[in-house]
């Protein structure tokens, strides 16, 4: 009995090495795609390439095995470029919609939509998209994440102007709505601090680990880091993070297709082992912020 319950049990060597998945990066049309079926929205015409083809050659080169799809703004609330390619690699991408809050109310109807016909796992809260003067926690904002925890969708949240302006407004949510999981983009902005401001923002970012639902996504290291790469400024940063949330609430990501222009995306995988050597970090902990704590948010989508 003792032999085949031994045989039962997988080698270390037969195991699948772990997968490498980017919890953040964007694609929009290339301007045939936007010409003929996929419009840009008026002013937001991309600088840079960000199709979905060129997405797939460099995670091809990289050995990224999958992804979380943020709506870029470059479509604005138009999901149908995005949703094409979701359809078209079902077991390589997730996607994060873009919630809409007009003050109609039309954005949670639109999101539940985007959930339950289109397949999207999680849903962006962009506050620079409220009407002027408002908060993410006004009506339509508490709506809105509340139906995602209810769907069962994380929120993440865009703080490119800084925690600080926000942090308020996050932990109202958290308090009010805990079954609503959240994803922190680029570390809420955080960088590594020189200021009492910037200290006052990373103190900010390490209390939400009070909350058991806020994950934060150790991505766009080149809008981070004051440093060239491999960023490597970042590494006190992301060891408070990992202190204080554990790495099972890390997820690397590459914000694709920016990080091309900045460092290259093959680069950006490769510059977390670097900084994590400088820590330095397990093995274990590794693989979370690699892939696992991603998969772990989204399993179906990238089981075995």
């Given at each position: 009995m003792a032999a085949s319950n031994a045989e039962a049990i997988p080698s270390p060597s037969s195991c699948p090495p772990p997968k490498i998945l980017d919890s953040h990066l964007h694609v929009?049309?290339?301007p045939k795609e936007a010409a003929e079926n996929y419009p840009y929205f008026p002013g937001q015409e991309p600088s840079v390439p960000g199709d979905a083809?060129?997405?797939?050659?460099?995670?091809?080169?990289?050995?990224?095995?999958?992804?979380?799809?943020?709506?870029?703004?470059?479509?604005?609330?138009?999901?149908?470029?995005?949703?094409?390619?979701?359809?078209?690699?079902?077991?390589?991408?997730?996607?994060c919609c873009l919630a809409n809050p007009a003050d109609d109310g039309s954005g949670i109807r639109q999101l539940e939509d985007l959930v339950l016909k289109d397949g999207y796992r999680a849903v962006r809260?962009?506050?620079?998209?409220?009407?002027?003067?408002?908060?993410?926690?006004?009506?339509?904002g508490k709506a809105l994440f509340s139906k995602a925890g209810e769907l069962g969708v994380p929120v993440g949240f865009m703080c490119m102007k800084g925690l600080s302006l926000h942090i308020s407004e996050i932990e109202e949510l958290c308090e009010s709505y805990s079954s609503t999981v959240v994803?922190?983009?680029?570390?809420?902005?955080?960088k590594p601090p020189l200021t009492d401001e910037e200290r006052y923002a990373l103190s900010s970012l390490l209390k939400l680990s009070r909350f058991p639902q806020v994950y934060?996504?150790?991505?766009?290291?080149?809008?981070?880091s004051r440093n060239q790469y491999p960023y490597e400024d970042t590494r006190d940063i992301l060891s408070?993070?990992?202190?204080?949330?554990?790495?099972?609430?890390?997820?690397?990501?590459?914000?694709?297709?920016?990080?091309?222009?900045?460092?290259?995306?093959?680069?950006?995988?490769?510059?977390?082992p670097l900084i994590a050597n400088r820590i330095p970090l397990s093995s274990?902990?590794?693989?979370?912020?690699?892939?696992?704590?991603?998969?772990?948010?989204?399993?179906?989508?990238?089981?075995?």
């Open positions: 929009w049309a290339s083809d060129f997405l797939l050659k460099c995670m091809s080169e990289a050995g990224v095995d999958g992804a979380l799809i943020v709506q870029p703004i470059n479509h604005m609330f138009d999901h149908s470029l995005v949703t094409s390619v979701l359809r078209r690699h079902p077991s390589k991408f997730v996607g809260f962009n506050p620079y998209l409220w009407p002027p003067g408002q908060k993410m926690t006004n009506e339509i994803l922190l983009d680029h570390m809420g902005f955080c934060v996504k150790f991505s766009a290291l080149f809008r981070l408070k993070v990992i202190s204080s949330f554990g790495a099972n609430h890390v997820m690397w990501g590459s914000d694709f297709p920016f990080v091309v222009k900045e460092c290259g995306y093959r680069e950006a995988k490769e510059a977390v274990a902990d590794m693989e979370w912020i690699m892939g696992r704590t991603l998969g772990q948010l989204f399993h179906r989508e990238w089981q075995a």
